[in-house]
């Protein structure tokens, strides 16, 4: 069975900085694309970033710039830095996969439990 474990989410200041890794744990044979997604409180999930196995990356406008996605194909691994992080970026951080092939088995999408990131002002 395949699952997505993240860490590194915490409490920073606004202006500070954070590092969240995901892995993908079981024996896999590909992913296509990782990412990451957000959901603040009241508010629907959102797309972050995403990074496809050959390490094409897309932000969403409002991470431009500050965050930047990172993947390790060779342990299934995906990293996001948070830079110059702000308190709108106060959220829970969900890690994604894209069709994840496992021996014989395959999956649409994988999610994480989600990590908090809060930024306090």
């Known amino acids: 069975q395949v699952k997505l474990v993240e860490s590194g989410g915490g409490t920073v200041q606004a202006g500070g900085s954070l590092r969240l890794s995901c892995a993908a744990s079981g024996s896999i044979f590909s992913i296509n694309a990782m990412g990451w997604y957000r959901q603040a409180p009241g508010k629907q999930r959102e797309l972050v970033a995403t990074?496809?196995?050959?390490?094409?990356?897309n932000y969403a406008d409002s991470v431009k710039g500050r965050f930047t996605i990172s993947r390790d194909n060779a342990n299934n691994r995906v990293n996001l830095q948070m830079n110059t992080l702000q308190p709108e970026d106060t959220a829970v951080y969900y890690c994604?996969?894209?069709?994840?092939?496992?021996?014989?088995?395959?999956?649409?999408?994988?999610w994480g439990q989600g990590t908090l990131v809060t930024v306090s002002s």
């Open positions: 994604n996969a894209d069709r994840v092939v496992s021996g014989s088995l395959a999956y649409l999408e994988l």
């Open positions: 990074i496809t196995s050959d390490s094409s990356a």
